[in-house]
């Protein structure tokens, strides 16, 4: 008998999407008392399209979790605004307050299978007045680390309690304390969205002052990797508890997401993977949205040529609307990639569109990956042992790649304060194709630190997630939290 039940509505984007299924399905998992309905706002991604049809046949899902797609809006909403985010939020709200009232509260088995409250986005936080006007409890899900965590409530502290206005930390030379931070991080390498004084910088403000209501934030990473900053956060004001709960991935989709649902291309690399040398292959990928231009792609082609490394590169083309919009396959590479480029690597790299992620970090030929440093992507990168070249693009990637080089030693830098703009399709600067190479040699070098502090974290992950680790039993503690309640 379900005796509990939590509606989840996750950003409809890859990167969000996937790791709330994953968490609700641990839930679910964990204790068969406790039923899911995850409520997915419409939105058009290929990607997420196929996702979702690929949960269909899920039998966990089928069994404990109840994915419920509601109706696109009646009204368009450009995806390419930076405000997109608040109007759509806002355009949902009412569809998902009647959802919930006729799907979930009003069931005709609701007298035994009691409403126990939301579980938001981090970004979403503002359907939080849907479950203030239904009088329930609402969690966060906070698919980043516990670093960004606690910037986002340190620069909210600053505005609101200080009066500091932050959006004027913009000297690149000036530096910050940040708790849970041994080093003081420098400005270059803060969310570029703290700049925009216009919409982003409030946005994520707004989302801090709001977590402060919830009854708890679950988060994506775990406390052998990020003790400092989650004893930290966890001892400031008015601070929910936190339930560390990581590491959140999916290293056993069918597809990853694969907008045609095709696994040739999956099959084709990891066959080529097959013949390679152990640890003798570096991986480069920049996530669901990380891309480059033309320009900076040719830097890259080159530099992969003067590394002398074996590579997989995952090489895809910007949206054409920009901002909330996945990339794309390119129809040919011969138009972006330096003449002669394919022919002359022909025998020690491939270049494709989109990639299997997970099974590339997973192949035991992997050696390294060059990586926008994505939460998702770097838990994923961490569990599987494979150490990271930083090359961080945009939202809080840039703050990750400080955290992961400086204070962790689990990478090394290729450039941290590189920025990619979604919005205008354009860079701060060119990462040259030497110091690619240079990132690749480092980091593909056999006796590396970063390479044996790989290994490490790999089993330290791991031990998170079985009976006794860190994870399971903050997991747990969520578990007799929710049916407390």
């Not at 640890?279 to 480059?292: K, R």
């Amino acid at each position: 008998m379900k005796a509990a039940e939590l509606i989840f509505i996750p950003l409809a984007g890859m990167g969000h999407l996937v790791s709330a299924v994953e968490l609700a399905k641990r839930i679910a998992e964990r204790d068969e008392r406790i039923s899911i309905t995850i409520l997915v706002m419409k939105f058009r991604f290929a990607e997420l399209e196929s996702y979702i049809h690929s949960l269909q046949t899920d039998g966990l899902v089928d069994k404990c979790i109840e994915f419920l797609v509601l109706p696109e809006l009646g009204i368009s909403i450009d995806s390419s605004s930076r405000d997109f985010i608040l109007k759509y939020i806002d355009a949902y709200k009412p569809i998902v307050k009647q959802t919930v009232q006729e799907r979930v509260i009003n069931r005709p088995d609701s007298a035994v299978r009691l409403f126990r409250g939301f579980v938001f986005d981090m970004l979403y936080m503002d359907m939080m007045d849907v479950a203030n006007e239904l009088n329930l409890p609402c969690y966060v899900f906070f698919p980043s680390g516990a670093g960004f965590l606690s910037l986002m409530m340190r620069l909210q502290s600053l505005s609101d309690d200080h009066g500091v206005d932050v959006t004027e930390f913009t000297d690149p030379e000036t530096e910050l304390d940040i708790p849970g931070f041994r080093n003081r991080v420098p400005n270059k390498v803060l969310p570029s969205m703290l700049r925009d004084k216009d919409f982003a910088c409030s946005f994520l403000l707004n989302q801090a002052r709001r977590y402060r209501d919830a009854k708890g934030i679950i988060i994506n990473t775990f406390m052998e990797l990020e003790s400092d900053a989650l004893n930290a956060v966890s001892k400031g004001r008015d601070i929910p508890r936190i339930y560390p709960v990581g590491p959140i991935i999916n290293l056993n989709s069918k597809n990853g997401g694969r907008p045609d649902g095709s696994n040739g291309n999956r099959d084709s690399i990891l066959l080529w993977l097959d013949d390679q040398p152990p640890a003798s292959v570096v991986f480069l990928c920049f996530g669901s949205m990380g891309t480059v231009g033309v320009e900076q792609v040719r830097e890259v082609a080159n530099g992969l040529e003067q590394s002398g490394h074996r590579f997989v590169w995952a090489l895809r083309r910007p949206p054409s609307g920009g901002g909330y919009l996945g990339t794309r396959d390119y129809e040919s590479f011969e138009g972006v990639l330096p003449d002669g480029f394919l022919d002359r690597t022909a025998g020690i790299g491939r270049v494709i569109g989109w990639a299997p992620q997970a099974a590339i970090l997973s192949h035991q030929a992997t050696g390294a990956f060059v990586s926008h440093c994505g939460w998702n992507s770097t838990l994923e990168s961490l569990w599987c042992g494979v150490p990271i070249a930083a090359w961080p693009m945009y939202a809080e990637q840039q703050l990750n790649a400080f955290k992961l080089v400086r204070e962790l030693g689990l990478a090394v830098e290729i450039r941290l304060d590189y920025l990619w703009d979604r919005w205008t399709q354009s860079s701060n600067d060119l990462v040259k194709a030497d110091e690619l190479a240079k990132g690749i040699r480092q980091v593909m070098h056999a006796d590396s630190e970063v390479r044996k502090k790989a290994k490490t974290i790999k089993e330290e992950s791991r031990m998170a997630m079985v009976e006794g680790g860190s994870s399971y039993t903050w997991l747990g503690h969520f578990v007799e939290d929710v049916l407390r309640t």
